[in-house]
Every structure is written in structure tokens, then in C-alpha cells.
């Protein structure tokens, strides 16, 4: 189909093809709830049955990083929405300056997400790659705190005790459940963070051509949404994941 | 029209069209027309139904003695988990709904083309990218999970190449997520000025059903084979009971999808059905509101059935009670559309043309499948006939009498605007019934075989079973033969085949009111829809003539 200026041939107006454009975004963004549903659920459910092991899997997680990501993400959102306005209102550099600090909020994100990742990776808490949930407590660094070593030698000690009630005797497996899923949800999160930070280097380069207009911004709106969309995950992984039962 | 058509009623093909715009593979493999992706999508499903259709013959062959001599135990499992994996995931799901729906959605609404083209042409390649993963599987170790894939036995002890087999459906996932998206937002968005929601063709509403099931449930299917093959490549241990896992919770993340899958596969073909019933009985469609509604309602239903699957898997006995019941409630839509469809013919000017031969066939097989579906639906019942050749009579009932009735019939429906050419009427019909005693003869032994206690999936069965099992073997070959005309055929007419004008039957639809076969842009100028759907009383333009005798529909050939 021939495109003429921003209209491509199968549309009879502008109008027409943004709403066709967003609803197809908000469609999308449907499939991606039930997509990610399918892991909520999974890990609700086991959640529920493993709570011991869950509890103390999420207790090594680090919370002031998780903390701070989440900050992050939320002022990334709020960068977002405001190059979104700028393209409307038609305040050209500002939507290129916005677009700029969403990107850079979203590295940072990326960038905590790698750190993370690097503990867990010398804890041994890498599932299927010599995991073992007990690791960090018998091999603390130079740099770990004593108090917190202890700590979590005695939460470990009374999570496999036979009187404790809520004990849990394949602790090892069901932590490794836990970090299964820790990394499969945070990981698609991630793809999905590094996907839209390749379509905000895209947004940047097309806006300091000037290309968004108050007439034509589609682009900036539904990335907009698309991003807005994956902050919303996060804001519901970070409770799940980080906040339950914290005692620590 | 006159332009087309000279005082002696022969046609010509249209000087310019879909097919004589552009020349050269490039412009095929990167066309973003929707009608030129519709007829990639019809090569490879075709390829995709012939290696299943393969599997399928070796089983049959196979099941000829008790014995079973010609495979060995663990090839007769390849052979039936490969059969349905390609002919569910390649060849039905696509099928009507990237193939006629492709071709017709956007013609039938009135628009240039579906609302992303390029998305389109995508999940073309999406979908052979994913075909590809899963013919590699069948050539190296096979797979012989079953198409359930079911855990732990996917996962952890099955020793075929599950992995490359899960990676294709995962992929080709997306490609069914995204013609869904693209269908929903074209409905939505591209109708031409006066066609309303309720003028919309039922196959429109037919293929808007399936596009919301892409949507919802695609996904599902998609994370939980992630899952399954991470568990697989990794070890993790989501579903597998030794490492905390639960293996039930696979089988209802993929219920959760796979029985609203038979929605996907029968709902396109109830939309064809929906256009052809009309057109041969010279009569507008009985309950039209009806039966688009009934289409979203079997949408939505069909979403809160899944667990009809798992009556053994020991689920608590009041989830068991709410999902039969809610497995019943699906036959009410089902069961409003044959309704309408009967009465739709009743006093109608039939002609057995031969997309008639097809939907009427449709009926009377959907009938069976559904009411046997009852059956499966009943607690009590379904304890004695689950995992039998009961059930396998059943969906075959659905997806072949059913779907796959209703996908051919549809080619030939519309063949004359997708070629420009009429296949030839006799064999046509002759290939209908062909096609319609073979089925019968192959799948309805099955009922008895699992009445009286043959398992599926088993390579060996006790002698008495044998006379059924040579009657539905020998129906499979001449269920082959049926497969095999139409398809020679038709590649015949695409170049001999008679001219066949704009509407050859005539139809009321929109796409009738263009070319055949269509331009690019389908239409010269943007269509006004002023008249109400499947309305012959009010459209001089269709050529019958008023208090006259009505033509037959094909012509005196």
C-alpha cells in the first residue's frame, strides 16, 4: 500500500489510523496480561503450597535495590507520559529531552536489574547451576555483615527444623522453584524493558528529525502506552517477589 | 459490471488484478496484500495437511490387524503425536482463519486492506519459522508426547526432540496472536462508510469470535510450553512433581488454551457455513442476531470448560460438577446455529451447488460431533468413555466433519473470487460425496470401537475389534481419495477453469460486488453499504429477476 506523507494506503484519514494503531497496542497489551498471567499464576499457586521456602528465597532478595528500581521505573513512567504531552502540546525539544531521561531511568533499571542478578549468580542461587539456597550462609563474603550472615543461618536452620511447623524438608527444590521463577519473571520483564528501550532509541532519532507533531504522534503515544504497560508489571512483581512475609 | 460481461453473459477476467499486478517471487515473499498472503498461507497449511494427512494413513494402515505389524510400539506414538501436532497447529488453527479469513475479512467490510499489513505478511513468516522448528523435531527423534504435552513426561522422561517441537508452537504462537490483533483492530476500525456492526457478514462475526480466542488464550499456550521447555532444557521443576512442581497445573494452563482451540477451529467453519446456507437457498439467513451472538457466546463460554478434560485427574467433585455443566451450557449456541441454519433453508430456492453439498454436510456432522460432545460432558459417562476411540470419533467429528467440511467447502465457495475461475461442477460435487461417505465410514466405526472399550492411542487392540477397525481404515482411503480431487482439480481450474465474472452464484455479500479476482485495493471505488445482509428481495444488481424463476446458481454445466 502507498504511504502519502504519514498515511499509509490502507487508511482513509489520520484519525483512522491512530485508532487503529492504539486500539491495536491495547490489544496487544491484553495478550501480553494473559502472557504474564501464566507465570503469576504459577507462582501464586506454589506460593501458597511452599511458603516457607518462598519466604525464605525472597527474604535473600535485596530489598533497598529492588526499592530503588521501583522509583525508578515509576519516574521513567512519568518522563514518559510527559514527551507524550510535549508531542501533543507540539513542544519539539522537550518531547526529544523527555524521551532522552525515560531512556536513561530504563538503563538504570537495567543496569540495578545486572547487579542483582551478579549476587544471586555468586550465591549459587542460579536454578539448575549448582543452586543451593544454604551457599551464601556458609560462604559469606569479606564485605556481608555478621549479624545478617547469622541471621539467615538461623532462618535456614529453622525452616528444614522438624518442630517448627512450617517446616519444609526439600527446601533446596522449592527455593530452586522460587528462583525459577524469580528469574523467568524479572528476565521477561527485562526483555521486555530492553525491547522498549530499542523503541525509545528509535522515538529519539525520529524526534530530533522533528517528525511528532500535535497532528502526527502516534508513535510517541503508543510506545507511551507499551512502556506505561511494563511499568505496571514490575509494580506488581516487586510486592510478589520482594515484599511478602519480609521479616529481614 | 456490464463492463465485464457481454450481452451472451460471458466474462472475462479484469484486465488488472491482485495476481497480474506485480511479477517475481520478491513481489510475493514481501507482498503485504492481504489477498497474496492469504494464498501463502493456503500453500502451507496445504503442505502442512498433507504431513499430517501422511501420519494419519500410516496409522490407519497400522491399525488393519490386531498385531499392528508395519511400526514398531514407540513409532506407532510418534506417529499420532505428530499427526495432531501438525494438523492442530499448522494446518486447523491456521487454516480458515489466515487462509478465507485473510483473503475475505477486509473485502467483506469494504477496506483496502487489513489495518497492519506488514503485520500480516509477519505472521506469515512467524508461522514458518515455527513450522520449520517443528519439522525439524519430526525429522530428528520424532516426538511422541502425545500433542498434549503432557508433564512430567514432555519434560523430563520423554527421550524424541520435544525440545525444537515446543519451541515451534511457542513461536507459531505469535503468529495466531497476531492475525487475531490484526482481525480485531481491522473489524473495529476499516469498516466502509454504512457497514455497521450489524450488517457485517457472519463469517465477519465468525472470524471476530476466533480473533478474541487468538487473543485470550494464545498467550496461555505460549507461557506454559515456555515453561515446559525451560523445565526441559534446564531442569527447573515447574511441573515436575519430584522438584515440588505440579504436573496438574500444566494440563490446566494448556486446557486453558487447547479447548478453546476447537473454537478456533469450528467457529471460522460456522462462519462459512453462515454465508453459504443463504446464498444456495435464494433466502436471507434465519436469526441473524442470533447467530453472531451465539458466535461471541461460544467465544466466551468456551473459556470456562477446560477442566471437562481433567474429570480423572481426581479435580474436586464441585469443580467437576460446574465444569460439566458449563460444558453443556456451549451446546445452546451450538445448537442456535443449526436451528437458524435449518430454518434458513426451510422454504428456501435450494441448489445443491457444491459449497451447498458442503455445508449441508457441515450440519449433519457438527450434529454428531455435538451431541456425542454431550455424552463427554456427562460426569458419570465420561468416566467410562474418557481416553477412549469415543472421544477420538468425537473431535474428529468436529474438527474434520466439522472444520475441516466447512474450510473446504469455503475454498470452493470462494475459489471463483480468489482465481477468477470456476472448478468443474461435477467432479466438485463428486469429490463432496466422496469426501462425505469416506469420513463417515472412517470416524463413525470409532463410536463403537470406544464404546466398547477401545483405548486411543494404543498400536494394538484384542481381535474382536478387527472388522471395525478394517471398516475405518478402508473409509480413511476413500477419505483420502476425496482430499485428492480437490486438490487436482482446482490447481487445474486456476488455469483452464471457465471464467466466472464478479458473483457467480449470486452472492450478496461485498466481496461479490468486485472483481474477480479483485484488484489490489479490492475495490475501484470505496463501497456505501445501503442494503441489510443477506437481503435478495432489495439488490436488482444481483440479476435475479423479480417474481421470475431463480437461475440456477451455477449455471447449466
Known sequence: MHRTGELYGQFQTLEQQKDSAALGMWVFLVTEVLFFGGLFLTYTINRHAFSTAFGVSSNTLDLWLGGFNTVVLIMSSMTMAMSVWAAQVGKKKQVTVFLILTLLLGTTFLGVKVIEYTQKFQHHLVPAYHFDITYHSNHPLATDKPEEIANEKEELEKAVDRKNPANDQDLNAHAQLYFSLYFGMTGLHALHMIVGAGLLVWLIKESLRGRFTPQYNTPVEIVGLYWHFVDIVWIYLFPLLYLIDRHR | ?557
Open chain 2, 1 to 557: 459490471m456490464s463492463i465485464m460481461s457481454n450481452v451472451f453473459g460471458e466474462h472475462k477476467l479484469p484486465r488488472e488484478h491482485y495476481l497480474n499486478a506485480t511479477y517475481g517471487i520478491r513481489s510475493w515473499l514481501l507482498t503485504t496484500d492481504h489477498k497474496r498472503i492469504a494464498l501463502l498461507y493456503l500453500a502451507s497449511v496445504t503442505f502442512f495437511f498433507f504431513v499430517g494427512g501422511l501420519f494419519a494413513a500410516m496409522i490407519r494402515i497400522h491399525l488393519l490387524t490386531p498385531g499392528g505389524y508395519l511400526v514398531s510400539p514407540e513409532t506407532y506414538n510418534k506417529l499420532f503425536t505428530m499427526h495432531g501436532v501438525a494438523m492442530i497447529f499448522f494446518f486447523l488453527i491456521p487454516s480458515i482463519p489466515a487462509v478465507l479469513g485473510n483473503f475475505l475479512v477486509p473485502i467483506m467490510i469494504g477496506a483496502k486492506d487489513l489495518a497492519f499489513p506488514k503485520i500480516n505478511l509477519l505472521s506469515w513468516y512467524i508461522y514458518l519459522i515455527g513450522g520449520g522448528f517443528v519439522l525439524y523435531s519430526f525429522s530428528t527423534g520424532g516426538l511422541d508426547t502425545g500433542w498434549t504435552f503432557y508433564t512430567p513426561l514432555s519434560s523430563v522422561y520423554s527421550n524424541s526432540a520435544v525440545t525444537p517441537a515446543v519451541i515451534g508452537i511457542f513461536i507459531n504462537g505469535f503468529s495466531s496472536i497476531l492475525t487475531g490483533l490484526n482481525f480485531v483492530v481491522t473489524i473495529h476500525t476499516m469498516r466502509a462508510p454504512g457497514m455497521t456492526w450489524f450488517r457485517l457478514p457472519l463469517f465477519v462475526w465468525a472470524q471476530y469470535a476466533t480473533s478474541l480466542i487468538f487473543i485470550l488464550g494464545t498467550p496461555v499456550i505460549a507461557i506454559t510450553l515456555l515453561l515446559a521447555g525451560l523445565e526441559r532444557m534446564f531442569h527447573l521443576g515447574f511441573f515436575n512433581p519430584a522438584l515440588g512442581g505440579d504436573p496438574i497445573l500444566f494440563q490446566h494452563l494448556f486446557w486453558f488454551y487447547s479447548h478453546p482451540a476447537v473454537y478456533i477451529m469450528i467457529l471460522p467453519a460456522m462462519g462459512v457455513v453462515s454465508e453459504i446456507i443463504p446464498t444456495f437457498s435464494r433466502k436471507p439467513i434465519f436469526g441473524y442476531a442470533f447467530i453472531a451472538g451465539s458466535s461471541i457466546a461460544i467465544a466466551v463460554i468456551g473459556f470456562l470448560v477446560w477442566a471437562h478434560h481433567m474429570f480423572l485427574t481426581g479435580e474436586s467433585t464441585y469443580a467437576a460438577l460446574a465444569f460439566s455443566l458449563l460444558s453443556y451450557l456451549v451446546a445452546i449456541p451450538s445448537a442456535v446455529k443449526v436451528f437458524n441454519w435449518t430454518s434458513t433453508l426451510y422454504k428456501g430456492s435450494i441448489s445443491y451447488d457444491t459449497p451447498m453439498l458442503y455445508a449441508l454436510g457441515f450440519i449433519g456432522l457438527f450434529l454428531i460431533g455435538g451431541l456425542t460432545g454431550l455424552f463427554l460432558a456427562c460426569l458419570g459417562l465420561d468416566i467410562h468413555i474418557h481416553d477412549t476411540y469415543f472421544v477420538v470419533a468425537h473431535f474428529h467429528y468436529i474438527m474434520v466433519g466439522g472444520a475441516v467440511m466447512g474450510y473446504v467447502g469455503g475454498l470452493h465457495f470462494w475459489w471463483p473470487k480468489i482465481t477468477g475461475r470456476l472448478y468443474p461442477e461435477f467432479l466438485a460435487r463428486t469429490a463432496a460425496v466422496v469426501l462425505f461417505v469416506g469420513f463417515n465410514l472412517t470416524f463413525f466405526p470409532q463410536f463403537i470401537l470406544g464404546y466398547l472399550g477401545m483405548p486411543r492411542r494404543y498400536h494394538t487392540y484384542p481381535e474382536e475389534f478387527q472388522a471395525l477397525n478394517v471398516m475405518s481404515t478402508a473409509g480413511a482411503s476413500i477419505l483420502a481419495l476425496g482430499y485428492l480431487l480437490p486438490m487436482v482439480y482446482l490447481i487445474w481450474s486456476m488455469r483452464y477453469g471457465k471464467i466466472a465474472g464478479p458473483n457467480p452464484w449470486p452472492a450478496t455479500g461485498l466481496e461479490w460486488k468486485t472483481d474477480s479476482p479483485p484488484l489490489t485495493e479490492n475495490f475501484h471505488v470505496t463501497p456505501i453499504v445501503d442494503w441489510e445482509p443477506y437481503d435478495f428481495s432489495r439488490r436488482p444488481d444481483l440479476g435475479l429477476i423479480a417474481g421470475g424463476s431463480l437461475a440456477p446458481a451455477h449455471g447449466d454445466d
